[in-house]
């Protein structure tokens, strides 16, 4: 390009009263100059249509230019790694600090300073006297006699230190009822609740307020973290209360749960038959999917944005939308009394649980041991916090009348709470939605009359720039999803199982690499473009922008309160914009990515901080999500989510480093190298009682007979139930036990496979479960489970007929009934949810009793239209389960299961299962 044809006249005529113009034109000049390399020059070999070409895109006559912005020289490459350090400084020393932030602990001797306050100590105290109980499972002497007189003493010695102007009754209920769970019917018969309600004497008021937690443990458990730990802590916020002159405006309810694990049976049994029940306005649901560190409130409500109100009141906040609608989502392979109130009550309420630690969560390693003291403290803290607030809520006199919706809300760091209801939320999204493409809009325009490229020319680089932007979103997302497909290809899924840094290699790195290496190119191609570096980077900027804007309309009209996250990313990009435009920092390059960086910082520490938490919350929780699903591709999803957030306004930055591609392509060699060690030995996932694999393991004994009596299968065998991906770890160890056999190799002959399926979980996970046929016999208990066939009734006319049954035995049983030969059944005796739904047999019928033990009298009505009842209608089968009973097994088995590596845990017991028909 020739000097001369950057002087136009036009340019200087149209400014005659600029004394600078001259200068501003030979400044310019200077800074769009090319410079000329002998022997290669690539623009004295353009053609005059060209460069007019050129000159008509980038300059506008039209406008006074005053071309006062800096071209900077790139940083050296070798500062690159400051710019990194500064943001893992960031995340050591806020972040990861904050996560693992506790209160301190209280002792018994701290109490007379304190005498309002939460006791941790005397919380531990209580939960070291309960585990020592040992595991407390449905039907077990230690859940339904000793677990409930534990208890009922702890209320005995707080009632001895309560002021007189409060009242303490207790009330053991025992329950018997059926509901449906997800797809089978959940029955039970005579569970038990320990039910305790402290008021103020003479108090009238019929609005409680109920907090429940459960004392059952899932069998081999000791279940210190779930839920033993809540248990101590509703016990001693009792105390607190009940020893503190302060007001009672309503009646707390405390009800301790004996049926949770079964699954929630007792908070049925609570809601729908207590006489305390329908008194309950407002809820309180404690419960744990970990061990220690800090609860986390994940369900509000529903419809009830007033309770977050009182939760502000908490000393240690720690909420978040996302929780909420991850759990809704069915991501998280566990539920919670809490829907069970909301169902069938309609109590509205919070939902709380322990998170962290979730690899002992139901394991023999749930001790007390590795709960921490401290962890006491917070949730008493803000346990007592919430009972005394919620208590004492004029809201709960008519809550009716307070329901207007969901909330979004949201902790920082642990230090407040944000909360607001979804409407305003919506409004938020669309006003901080609609400012950004406004503001984007105009830092464009000063892009034009700042550089004298043409608002036409500006606006083509930017629709050039949101394109790379697009396809380098998808090329990370692509890339993440490469590794896992491939971590799971070569057999190493959940290699950052409990090496957790291992994915920032696998899939951080190249999430930053895809979203870098196209406008690294970009900018390298274009770096003799008019248009200087820094305005070239803040298109980038803006174009990341502009997708997470239209990200957000898309969230927003899906109802998706967690768009928040989404928001604030946009809102702290413009408030750096809006910076830079005010102070004109946004022509000078640096100043502008100072501006930047320091208006990330909040964001960055707040997503690093969510994204933390997740995944200490969900990689956990993989290992025990089955098999069907490759574990490593919900990881790569959620760390390009997060990578988006956290990171999108900032990897642009590391365009002013010279040797860019050099710093990008270390992103993919870093990848590499992570696989490299993902695939060896230092990936392996698992440890001895830190983090184990999981299996569930019935020995058990099947017999299932023919229509005319006869019996077509008789045998005993490991039914082997894996719980994670990596199921074929130890395959060599199961075949030499015997022959594994896929379960699902029999579902298509028998009803629900023929095997002893505990719930219907198992059945989902036919796929991947094992029936490995032994010749040693389980040693099984009585009593042994006994059907009966009563009587049979005709009905209204010869082709409907009644069946009656008793069925006796064990206290966890599993009933499977069939039709058979054109039957059609009419209606039972059970739930009749899957009748009335038009469900298709087989059905699945769960059924567990606490302290009565008689036997269960059912009826099935069924009728024939085209054969008659001389074939057989029905077809039973019985499953029991002695899941509490310690399993009796030959020397010879015993050492098969010994042989299993120490890193597995295996939840063992011993079971049957018997098919007839009639």
Excluded at 286 to 306: C, K, M, T, V
Excluded at 670 to 689: C, E, N, Q, R, S
Excluded at 753 to 761: A, D, E, I, S
Excluded at 866 to 882: A, K, V, Y
């Amino acid at each position: 390009m020739q000097l001369g044809s950057l002087r136009q006249r036009p340019i200087y005529r149209n400014a005659p009263h600029d004394p600078q113009g001259p200068t501003a034109l030979r400044r310019l000049s200077a800074a769009v100059r090319p410079k000329r390399s002998k022997g290669n020059n690539k623009f004295a070999s353009q053609t005059e249509t060209e460069r007019e070409r050129e000159r008509d895109e980038c300059f506008n006559s039209k406008y006074h230019i005053d071309v006062d912005f800096e071209v900077p020289k790139k940083l050296q490459w070798y500062y690159a790694p400051a710019f990194f350090g500064f943001w893992f400084i960031i995340y050591l020393s806020l972040v990861n600090t904050q996560i693992n932030h506790m209160p301190k602990p209280l002792a018994r001797t701290d109490e007379a300073a304190h005498p309002r306050d939460f006791i941790a100590q005397r919380a531990e105290d209580t939960l070291i006297e309960l585990t020592r109980i040992g595991p407390r499972v449905v039907g077990s002497v230690a859940n339904e006699v000793t677990t409930v007189q534990f208890i009922r003493d702890e209320v005995d010695k707080v009632q001895a230190q309560a002021l007189d102007r409060f009242e303490i009754e207790i009330d053991v209920q025992q329950a018997s009822g059926a509901y449906m769970h997800w797809v089978m019917v959940n029955m039970y018969q005579g569970i038990q609740n320990v039910v305790v309600k402290l008021s103020e004497k003479g108090n009238t008021n019929e609005n409680y307020l109920l907090i429940n937690s459960h004392y059952d443990s899932v069998p081999g458990s000791p279940g210190a973290g779930d839920d033993g730990s809540m248990v101590a802590t509703m016990l001693e916020v009792m105390r607190v209360i009940a020893k503190t002159d302060e007001p009672l405006a309503h009646p707390i309810v405390f009800l301790f749960n004996g049926a949770e694990e079964n699954p929630l049976q007792a908070s049925h049994a609570f809601i729908t038959q207590h006489k305390w029940a329908k008194n309950c306005k407002a809820l309180i649901n404690l419960d744990s999917a970990g061990s220690g560190g800090r609860e986390i409130l994940f369900q509000s409500g529903p419809n009830h944005p007033w309770l977050m109100k009182y939760y502000r009141k908490v000393p240690h906040p720690f909420a978040n939308t996302l929780a909420e609608e991850i759990f809704h989502a069915g991501l998280i392979p566990s539920d919670t009394d809490f829907r069970i109130f909301r169902d069938y009550g309609g109590v509205p309420g919070l939902d709380m649980a322990y998170i962290f630690n979730g690899y002992v969560y139901h394991t023999k390693f749930d001790r007390v041991n590795v709960f921490p003291r401290a962890s006491f403290q917070h949730t008493g803290d803000n346990l007592l916090a919430l009972a005394r607030a919620l208590a004492n809520a004029p809201e709960l006199d008519d809550t009716a009348a307070h329901a207007e919706g969901h909330n979004v809300f949201y902790d920082f760091l642990g230090w407040f709470i944000i909360f607001y209801t979804a409407t305003t939320n919506i409004i938020i999204n669309m006003i901080v939605g609609a400012i950004a493409l406004l503001a984007i809009g105009i830092s464009v325009y000063f892009m034009s009359v700042r550089s004298g490229c043409s608002i036409q020319g500006v606006l083509v680089r930017f629709g050039i720039v949101l394109g790379i932007q697009l396809v380098s979103l998808g090329l990370a997302l692509g890339l993440a999803l490469l590794v896992a497909v491939f971590m799971d290809g070569v057999n190493r899924s959940l290699s950052w199982f409990t090496q957790m840094w291992l994915i920032i290699g696998l899939y951080v790195f190249p999430i930053i690499f895809g979203m870098s290496i196209l406008p690294a190119f970009y900018l390298e191609k274009t770096k003799k473009d008019p248009l200087s570096l820094g305005f070239r980077v803040q298109l980038f900027m803006h174009s990341h922008c502009v997708c997470l804007v239209l990200l957000i309309i898309v969230l927003t009209a899906l109802s998706i309160r967690s768009a928040y996250f989404i928001m604030l990313c946009v809102l702290f990009d413009i408030v750096a914009l809006v910076v830079n435009l005010v102070t004109k920092w946004h022509r000078k390059a640096y100043w502008f990515a100072i501006a930047v960086m320091v208006c990330q910082i909040l964001p960055f520490t707040y997503f690093t901080y969510i994204c933390t938490v997740a995944l200490k919350t969900l990689i956990p929780m993989r290992g025990r999500s089955g098999g069907t699903a490759n574990p490593d591709i919900s990881i790569a999803l959620m760390m390009w989510l997060f990578s988006v957030m956290f990171a999108g306004f900032i990897v642009p930055l590391i365009m002013f480093f010279r040797k860019t591609r050099t710093i990008v392509l270390c992103f993919l060699a870093g990848t590499i190298l992570f696989i490299i060690i993902a695939v060896t030995d230092a990936g392996f996932p698992y440890k001895p009682k830190t983090s184990v694999q999981r299996y569930a393991m019935i020995h058990a004994h099947r017999i299932l007979h023919n229509a005319d009596g006869s019996t077509r299968i008789d045998e005993s065998g490991l039914y082997v139930y894996p719980q994670d991906r990596r199921f074929n770890i130890a395959e060599d160890e199961i075949k030499t036990i015997g022959n594994p056999h896929k379960v699902s190799e029999f579902c298509d002959e028998e009803m629900f496979c023929g095997m002893p399926l505990y719930n219907h979980r198992w059945h989902s996970a036919r796929e991947y479960s094992l029936w490995v046929p032994v010749k040693e016999q389980p040693a099984i208990p009585a009593p042994y489970p006994s059907l009966i066939l009563q009587e049979t009734t005709e009905l209204d006319n010869s082709m409907q007929r009644r069946f009656n049954f008793s069925l006796a035995g064990p206290d966890h049983m599993t009933i499977f009934v069939n039709v058979k030969n054109s039957a059609k059944l009419l209606d039972w005796s059970f739930n009749e949810t899957l009748i009335n739904n038009n469900e298709p047999p087989p059905y699945f019928v769960y059924f567990s009793y606490g302290l009565d033990n008689s036997a269960l009298e059912f009826t099935i009505d069924v009728e024939k239209s085209t054969s008659t009842f001389d074939t057989p209608t029905l077809e039973i089968g019985i499953g029991g389960h002695w899941v509490h009973h310690e399993i009796q097994r030959s020397q010879g088995l015993g050492a098969h299961l010994d042989s299993f590596p120490s890193y597995a845990y295996i939840q063992a017991w011993v079971g049957t299962y018997e098919s007839w028909y009639f």
